[in-house]
């Protein structure tokens, strides 16, 4: 029997999996994975992912850290970037937080919070 990872997390299916049409393809994701991104954002996370490599979840972090990381990310790039219009900066701290295993409802969640 053939293994089948989550197109998203990497993450070996062994139970449900669900099948989505992201742009003009297929892809096979986990059920936390579906769970966790609309289609939207799966179309997001998995083209920047093949721009610039990795998985959501790579460097898995304590749950009990994300928002205290979620809050350096951004603090990291309003001190960088205090105009706050750089889409690099941005699209590096989403980038950084999908790394670690944050989705973004809980980003959304600690922006709220702060």
């Known amino acids: 029997m053939a293994i ?10 062994k139970e449900k999996y669900v099948v989505k049409k992201i742009s003009f ?11 966790n991104f609309s289609t939207e954002e799966l179309e997001f ?3 920047l992912f093949q721009a610039f490599g990795g998985h959501f979840g790579k460097f898995k972090i ?5 928002q205290k990381v979620v809050k350096e990310l951004l603090y990291k790039e309003n001190t960088e970037n205090p105009a706050n219009s750089s889409l690099k900066f941005k699209l590096n701290a989403i980038y950084r937080a999908l790394l670690l295993g ?5 980003m959304q969640l600690t922006i709220n919070n702060i």
Request: hydrophobic share 35%.
């Open 45 to 47: 996370v998995i083209n």
């Open 4 to 13: 089948i990872n989550c197109v998203v997390c990497k993450n070996e299916i």
């Open 62 to 66: 304590s749950p009990r850290y994300k």
């Open 102 to 106: 944050i989705n973004f409802k809980e």
């Open 25 to 35: 393809k297929y892809i096979v994701i986990c059920a936390e994975c579906d769970k």
